[in-house]
């Protein structure tokens, strides 16, 4: 087997890693979401890769009963991912925003620091 063959694997896992480090590692709440954004990428490229089949073909154009069909379902189903995916990330970004405006920083740390402590100067 050529190793080229199995570069789409490589990719989206090292694409998923990468967004997985960028989730947990930092502290910067755009960069989570732009995390987020890369581990959905991958995740992507993972069932579009998956649903291939070497040699096959669209079901609609395929005549025959020998024909062999590549399935569909997860090129569809992508298509409505990727649209779950801009809106959370719009959504998301949207809230980092109003973090921004409300404690004026987008540091997970510093946030958790200044709620934590107005929640002790009002009690």
Do not use: C
Request: hydrophobic content about 55%.
């Amino acid at each position: 087997m050529n190793p080229l063959d199995l570069f789409n694997h490589w990719a989206f896992v090292i694409i998923m890693m990468v967004g997985l480090y960028a989730i947990i590692s930092r502290n910067n709440l755009v960069k989570k979401v732009l995390g987020l954004g890369l581990f959905q990428t991958g995740i992507f490229l993972m069932y579009i890769t998956l649903g291939f089949k070497h040699g096959a073909g669209a079901p609609i154009l395929q005549q025959g009963v020998e024909a062999t069909y590549a399935n569909p379902l997860p090129h569809v189903l992508i298509l409505t991912a990727i649209v779950v995916s801009l809106s959370t990330m719009a959504v998301a970004l949207a809230i980092v925003i109003g973090i921004r405006e409300e404690y004026g920083t987008v540091e997970a740390d510093e946030v958790a620091r200044l709620d934590s402590e107005a929640q002790e100067a009002g009690s």
